[in-house]
C-alpha cells in the first residue's frame, strides 16, 4: 500500500503516483555511438523512463546536441526521456558555463525530442525560470531537482526544498542525498511522505545514494517516492543497481504490499 | 552496510548481528501430526530459526508439549527452536491461564529440546523471571517480546520498551506493532536503529505488521533488526510473506547494500 497511491501525472503512458514506482535508466555516453548502443541495451530492459545524462557527451553544444538527441529518439520512439545536463557541483561530468548551458538546454527542448528536463532548484529561477517557459511551450514537463553528494541534510530542510520546488511550479520534484548512516536513509523517507502528504498531486522522486542508501531504491515508493533510478549499462549515481534485479525486489514488495 | 554488523550472538550455529538478518519459519499446527508435518517443509526451506507458536496447540499441558516437542526435534535436530507460548492479548491463539502457561514453560524448558523462549514483557518480572532462570539452568535464551496489533507507539515508548527489556537481562529484545499509516513504519525503524546504536551488544527482533509493514520485513536488518519471521506453510502474524520471496528480496539487498 503506497502512501496516496493515484496516477498524478503520465508522460507518454508512463503514468507518475500510481501503484508502483517507474523505473528509470540514465544514458552517460561520451558520443552518439556509444549514447544508441546504451540506448538499444536501455530499450532491450524495458524501463518506464530514460533519462540523457548529457554533461557525459564530449561536445557539448546546440548543434551536436540536438543531432544526437534525434539519434536516440530514432532509437527510443516511444520511451519518455528526461533530458538532463548537469553542472559540476550537482552531479555532472565536467564544468560547464552557465550561460551555454542554459542556451543548450533550450535549444534541445525546441526540438520537442523530449519529454521532460531536469533542472537543479539551486541554479535559482534565473537559471530555470526560461528553460521552464521553453519546456512548457515544446510539450515537456519539468523536474526540479537538489543534489546533496555529501551529506542528508534535515527533515525541515528537504521538506522545505521540496516545498520551494513546487511553489516554483515543479511538474515533479527531486532530491537525491547521500547518507552517512542508516538514519540519514529515514530522514529522506520521513521527508519524502510528509512532502507527498503535504503536495498529493505532485509527483516526486528522492533517494538516497551510495550503498546506504540502497533500501531507498528498492522500498521508496512505499513512502511516496514515484520513481528510481536502476543501471541498464552504466550507474549514473553511486548506489544506483541493475534493472533487472530492481525490478524484482520491487515487484516482491508490490506483490506482498 | 547494517548499522554495527557483527555477530553478537550465536544459537547453534546462527549468527544474530552479523552481516544479514536470520530467517525464522513459525510453526503454527493443531497437533503433532501436523506439527510434524510443518516442520519437515520448513526443514525443507532452510530457515536458520524455527519457532513453535505452542498456543496453537489443542492440548495445552507439559505432558502433551514434551511430546510433542521431542517429535519436533526429531525432525528439526540441528535448528535452534524458539519456543513460544502466547497469551490471547499477546497474539496468542487461545486464552491460557497464566499459571498454567508459566508451568508448562517451565516444564518444557526443562526437557532441552529448545534453545530460545519468547516471553511478553509486559507480563512482568514475576511471570517471566522464574521462566528466565529455568531457561538459563537449561541452556536456552530468552526473548523478552512487545506485541502491539493495533497501533505503533511513539519512538520514545519504543524505544524505551526495548531498554526495559535490555535491563531485565533479555538475551534478545522483540518488538511488533502494527502501522497504521507509512510514518509507522518508520518510527518502527528509527527505534530500532536508536536501539541498536545504543546497546550494540543485544540482538534485536522488530518489525511491523500487515500489508503497510512489509518493507520491515524485508529491510529492517538495514536499520538494525536481526531477524525477521517468514512463512514456511502457514503465517503466525499479518503481514509474514513466504520464505523463498523473502529471502530473494534480502539476498539483493545484502549484495547491494
Known amino acids: 500500500m503506497r502512501p496516496c497511491a493515484q496516477p498524478t501525472l503520465t508522460v507518454r503512458g508512463a ?3 500510481g501503484p508502483r514506482p517507474l523505473l528509470c535508466v540514465p544514458l552517460v555516453a561520451a558520443d552518439t555511438a ?7 541495451v536501455a530499450r532491450s530492459l524495458s524501463p518506464d523512463v530514460v533519462e540523457w545524462r548529457a554533461d557525459s557527451f564530449d561536445e557539448i553544444s546546440d548543434d551536436a546536441m540536438r543531432r544526437a538527441g534525434a539519434a536516440l529518439r530514432g532509437v527510443l520512439d516511444t520511451h519518455p526521456i528526461i533530458f538532463t545536463l ?5 552531479g555532472g561530468a565536467k564544468p560547464l558555463a552557465p550561460d551555454l548551458r542554459s542556451a543548450v538546454i533550450q535549444a534541445v527542448l525546441r526540438t520537442r525530442l523530449f519529454d521532460l528536463v531536469d533542472v537543479e532548484l539551486f541554479n535559482g529561477s534565473g537559471f530555470f525560470g526560461p528553460i521552464a517557459d521553453v519546456a512548457r511551450q515544446h510539450g515537456a514537463r519539468v523536474i526540479l531537482s537538489f543534489h546533496d553528494f555529501q551529506a542528508t541534510p534535515a527533515v525541515e530542510i528537504l ?15 527531486k532530491v537525491a542525498c547521500m547518507p552517512r548512516e542508516p538514519g540519514d536513509v529515514l530522514r529522506l523517507f520521513q521527508a519524502t511522505l510528509t512532502t507527498r502528504q503535504a503536495y498529493p498531486a505532485v509527483p516526486l522522486i528522492t533517494m538516497s545514494m551510495g550503498q546506504l542508501g540502497v533500501s531507498s531504491r528498492v522500498a521508496g515508493f512505499l513512502f511516496g517516492s514515484d520513481m528510481t533510478f536502476a543501471v541498464g549499462q552504466k550507474a549514473s549515481a553511486p548506489g544506483q543497481i541493475p534493472i533487472a534485479d530492481l525490478r524484482a525486489m520491487i515487484d516482491g514488495l508490490v506483490r506482498y504490499a
Chains 1, 2 share one sequence.
Open 86 to 90: 548537469r553542472a559540476k557541483e550537482e
Open 159 to 173: 521538506q522545505g526544498t521540496m516545498a520551494e520546488m513546487v511553489r516554483h511550479g515543479a511538474d515533479i520534484a
Open 15 to 17: 503514468e507518475f503516483g
Open 34 to 40: 556509444s549514447l544508441v548502443e546504451q540506448a538499444q
